[in-house]
């Protein structure tokens, strides 16, 4: 018989010391050891109320098992490679601790439904501890919304020098994509809220077990109605990893753009001191690398969702060994996008936007959109006024002008509709509050949408 291993009964040799090296979990599946053991607790209450395993037997395994968490939680429970993963490591020490019928705990029960039970109600806690730092990057974003209302910056298109825009228009962009990001893993909540427990190894379980109670005390929201399914699917993981990977997506955007607004080039942004690091050569740097790791970190969070849609893709069903592999890319993601969402959210509290340069930058062709929408607004067709401001953009580059530079007389040279108001569109201020339509950056509408989250976010 195999020394040692719980289930070495019909084994006549020692396992492989490679073997034992190379499938084992325990050395990352410990992260799961408290939930594990919640699974264990609800598991062994059930067998008893349904008089599969006597009361006074299911007391002292309890009662063990809450031992176990004790010494976890003090960082002096001994894990043991050899006994491979959280789950047999947790049995074992019980047995040791309080005898034979601490084996009583795996009645009714398989590790295919014991592993995935621990995975979601880790899982669940995750998300919604993921969910609470979105909103407080949200409200972050809101607060600097609301302080910079007066400040103008140029919008961007290609990365060119679009139409000014209010600065708050700018935050309250990632605002509503963190909104979705939140939406998005609310739902995904929905689906790793299920109760896989009691689907035994595949085909489900022998005795009379009631799952509705062990859902009702785990605080699960519903019971999976199929044991194949519930033992061998990981969607709800895939789709975790999906969520995250989106949310990186719109941090690592963010992180660029201030990334270029803080450089000596457009010196649109001041990053806090406490927030970026020194060179070990050249002394006048000060560099972003919090968001240039959360942006490269990106692209761990992405391999992290392409390794386990890779590891259930042809699986055949219902549990194999490959979905050990499910754990370590979920604990990474977590792990990277609360480390990213803390790190973006500190930043974006600490910013500060150099008014002078963003509102210089916001003028000058930034305003040439305008000029041609007053021609279009005097009849011009839109393509033929498009091509008269072209011409008058043209002819101040060519004299190494502003368009804030420009004479009336000059203009009417282009276009005898020009009057005097036109000059007053010379104005980053002005065009920007132009914007008035639902969604645009003028000032009213701006502050409605601060409003509006405000409410909703009780900031
Ligand atoms: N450590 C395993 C896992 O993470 C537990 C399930 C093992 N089940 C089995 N039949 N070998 O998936």
């Not at 590790?111 to 501890?129: G, H, M, P, S, W």
């Not at 590891?311 to 977590?334: C, S, T």
């Not at 973006?344 to 003028?363: C, H, P, S, V, W």
């Not at 005898?416 to 108001?421: C, T």
């Amino acid at each position: 018989m195999a020394e040692n291993k719980l289930w070495g009964g019909r084994f006549s040799e020692n396992t492989d010391a490679f073997v034992e090296e190379f499938t084992e979990s325990v050395s990352f599946d410990k992260e799961l050891a408290l939930y594990d053991i919640k699974g264990s607790i609800a598991h062994v209450k059930m067998l008893s109320k349904q008089g599969i395993i006597p009361k006074e037997e299911a007391e002292k395994i309890i009662e063990g098992l809450n031992q176990i968490a004790e010494d976890i939680k003090k960082g002096r429970f001994q894990w043991k490679r050899e006994l491979e993963d959280v789950h047999m490591n947790i049995e074992k020490a019980l047995i040791e601790r309080i005898g034979n019928i601490g084996g009583k705990v795996h009645t009714g029960r398989s590790r295919n439904d014991q592993v995935i039970t621990a995975f979601r109600l880790y899982l669940k806690e995750q998300i919604q501890e993921i969910i609470e730092l979105l909103i407080k990057l949200q409200k972050s974003l809101l607060k600097k919304a609301e302080e910079y209302i007066d400040i103008v910056m140029p919008a961007y298109t290609h990365l060119q020098r679009a139409q000014p825009i209010r600065a708050s228009h700018y935050f309250m962009a990632y605002l509503e994509m963190f909104n979705r990001d939140i939406e998005r893993f609310r739902d995904n909540l929905k689906r790793v809220n299920e109760l896989p427990l009691g689907s035994g190894a595949v085909a489900g379980v022998d005795f009379p077990i009631d799952r509705e109670f062990v859902a009702k005390e785990l605080g699960f929201s519903s019971i999976m109605r199929n044991s194949i399914d519930a033992t061998a699917s990981r969607d709800f993981a895939i789709e975790f990893l999906s969520c995250s990977s989106i949310c990186m997506a719109n941090m690592s955007r963010l992180s660029e753009d201030l990334i270029i607004y803080s450089s000596s080039e457009f010196n649109f942004v001041e990053l806090p001191d406490k927030l970026t690091t020194g060179s070990s050569i050249m002394p006048q740097k000060k560099n972003p690398d919090v968001l240039e790791l959360i942006r490269g970190k990106t692209g761990r969070v992405y391999g992290d969702l392409v390794s386990l849609l890779t590891i259930v893709k042809g699986l055949p069903l219902a549990y194999n060994r490959d979905l050990q592999e499910d754990k370590e890319p979920v604990f990474d993601a977590v792990k990277t996008l609360k480390g990213s969402i803390i790190g973006i959210t500190k930043i974006i509290d600490g910013l500060k936007i150099k008014k002078e340069n963003t509102e210089k930058a916001a003028g000058g062709f930034a305003l040439a959109t305008d000029l041609a929408n007053y021609l279009a607004e005097k009849g011009v067709p839109f393509r033929e006024a498009h091509h008269i401001v072209g011409k008058i953009v043209a002819y101040l580059i060519s004299q190494n002008r502003e368009l804030e530079d420009i004479k009336l007389e000059e203009l009417k040279n282009f276009s005898p509709l020009f009057e005097e108001d036109a000059l007053n569109l010379l104005s980053a201020y002005v065009v920007a509050d132009r914007r008035k339509s639902f969604g645009g950056t003028a000032k009213e509408r701006i502050l409605q949408q601060i409003n509006y989250w405000k409410e909703k976010l009780q900031a």
